[in-house]
């Protein structure tokens, strides 16, 4: 796990999916896709929770997306908001498992909890 803090942007993948937001190469639908067979996985949930993340306003340091939410459809945000929501949740998400085996998942879901859109 490529973590170094319980926020939404404290992880690889959450850097990975802000960096194809700003090279525009990011496609929801293909989310959508690898996340419909079953829980999570760790990178599936941190993917949603950045999203969430940025929808609710939040931003990396030094990082501009203007209009991120008029990229993605009501439906979109809805689906990302469920998603965060089942994140969060005993056996709905590797990434849950995870954070429970680090003694710091009560911070995680406090803060997850707080960028849901």
Partial sequence: MGTWG??????????????????????????????????????????VIALGALLAGERPEGVNLEGIDKQLSFRDRRWIAKNMKSAIMPGQSELYALWEDTGELEQWIEETTRVIP
């Fill in 6 to 47: 319980v926020g939404a942007f404290d992880n690889d993948t959450a850097s990975e999916l802000v960096s194809e937001l700003q090279r525009g190469v990011f496609r929801m639908q293909q989310l959508k896709f690898e996340c419909a067979n079953g829980p999570l996985t760790a990178q599936q949930a941190e993917r």
